[in-house]
């Protein structure tokens, strides 16, 4: 098994795209920001690759995201992780665009609602941030929590999907948690 890199610019700083190709498939494996901590995902020897499809595709579509024009990705994903890590980033997968979670939410959907701590470690560990999108777990009241890619970088990318973070705080504090859709303004998108 190898794995292929390539970097690319964005609006929230360079990302480092890793695909794990073996014989006959290739899985997105990571997406690394620019100031992750060295042993966050674990990854064996890369070799750069900028003619990959399947960093290209996962590139063209991330590039779609930051300009408003996506909303869900379509990209082979390769998480390697313990059962419980990967039990959690399924979850994340299922969070809609525009919306948020919390700890306590994610662990109760995959029925481990005591597991909120662990649930909050393995959205650490998260190896494919923006896809699998971590970003949108907040703290049980609204507030912004840790982020891989830095709290700045996780309220930009709520920002882009249209999450106003005082009217979500005020709605957790409150009980009336909301969880809506959201209209993104393509004109204001950016691009790579």
Known sequence: MEYRYMVVPS??????????????????????W???????????????????????????????????????FDVALDFAGTPFQQQVWQALLTIPFGQTRSYGEIARQIGRPAAVRAVGAANGKNPI??????????????ELTGFAGGLQAKETL????????????????????????????????CLF
């Open 11 to 32: 609006p929230v700083g360079e990302l480092t795209l890793v695909a794990r190709v073996a014989a006959h498939k290739a899985g997105l494996a990571a997406i690394l």
């Open 34 to 72: 620019h100031n992750d901590k060295p042993n966050r995902v674990r990854l064996g020897e890369m070799l750069e690759d900028k003619t990959h499809p399947l960093l290209l595709e996962t590139a063209r579509q991330l590039s779609e995201y930051f300009a408003g024009m996506r909303q869900q």
């Open 129 to 142: 941030s923006i896809i699998a999108p971590c970003h949108r777990v907040i703290g049980a009241t609204g």
């Open 158 to 189: 709520l920002a882009l999907e249209g999450i106003s973070l005082s009217s979500d705080r005020e709605a957790q504090k409150t009980g009336h948690a909301r969880r809506r859709a959201v209209h993104v303004d393509t004109a204001q998108g």
